[in-house]
């Protein structure tokens, strides 16, 4: 299964709302999860089943969708928050695959 | 305290091989879906590989048949063989449990380490 996020790269300021896409190339139900990555620390999981909240994630973070079109939507942009964010399908138990990434900058 | 600590990596060169190990603590490392996870330098995160069940495995495209995934569970801990390393093998190499609960999410992840492969 491939995932397709967009957009690669995204600039914003503090204070914005940024919205990111997945995309899965079959009907993943909602088995789409979102990790946050930051240079030399672990992924950690914001996200899963699409729209559920992991426990101590702050809740300007939030995630829709089914099938195959996700969001991740991020309320209230907070200075920890610009980092790079990924897509993850778990559809699939024999094979998992990610998304690109989407590089979230300041502006 | 639920923990992976990941050890194993180092220096070497194209065609070598060389084993991580994932040592797992605070749950059973044969109770969920075992996962390791790659990111290259400049690169996105990419599945390597995992394990459930019993011996039950799965592989990306690009390590099967060079790479194997096993676990002890004596010693609560998970391993990943690789052979025939090659210069885009080069990465830091995370393990991550997969929670069933939460919809196979990768809720759990070492700190990483790292594999360089190079002449």
């Known amino acids: 299964i491939q995932m397709a996020q967009s957009p690669p790269s995204l600039s914003a300021s503090v204070g914005d709302r940024v919205t990111i896409t997945c995309r899965a190339s079959q009907n993943i139900r909602t088995y789409l999860n979102w990790y946050q990555l930051k240079p030399g620390k672990a992924p950690k999981l914001l996200i899963y089943g699409a729209s559920s909240l992991q426990r101590d994630v702050p809740s300007r973070f939030s995630g829709s969708g089914s099938g195959t079109d996700f969001t991740l939507t991020i309320s209230g942009l907070q200075p920890d928050d610009f980092a790079t964010y990924y897509c993850q399908q778990s559809d699939s138990s024999l094979m998992y695959s990610f998304g690109q990434g989407t590089k979230l900058e300041i502006k | 305290e639920v923990q992976l600590v990941e050890t194993g990596g180092g220096l070497i060169q194209p065609g070598g091989s060389l084993r991580l190990s994932c040592s797992v603590s605070?749950?059973?490392?044969?109770?969920?879906?075992m996962n390791w996870v790659r990111q290259a330098p400049g690169k996105g995160l990419e599945w390597v590989s995992l394990?459930?069940?019993?011996?039950?495995?799965s592989y990306a495209d690009s390590v099967k048949g060079r790479f194997t995934v096993s676990r002890d569970n004596s010693k609560n801990t998970m391993y990943l063989q690789m052979n025939n390393l090659r210069v885009e093998d080069t990465a830091v190499y995370y393990c991550?449990?997969?929670?069933?609960?939460?919809?196979?999410?990768?809720?759990?992840w070492g700190q990483g380490t790292m594999v360089a492969v190079s002449s």
């Open positions: 991550a449990r997969a929670n069933s609960g939460l919809y196979d999410a990768l809720d759990v």
């Open positions: 394990i459930y069940g019993g011996h039950t495995a």
């Open positions: 605070g749950f059973s490392v044969s109770s969920d879906y």
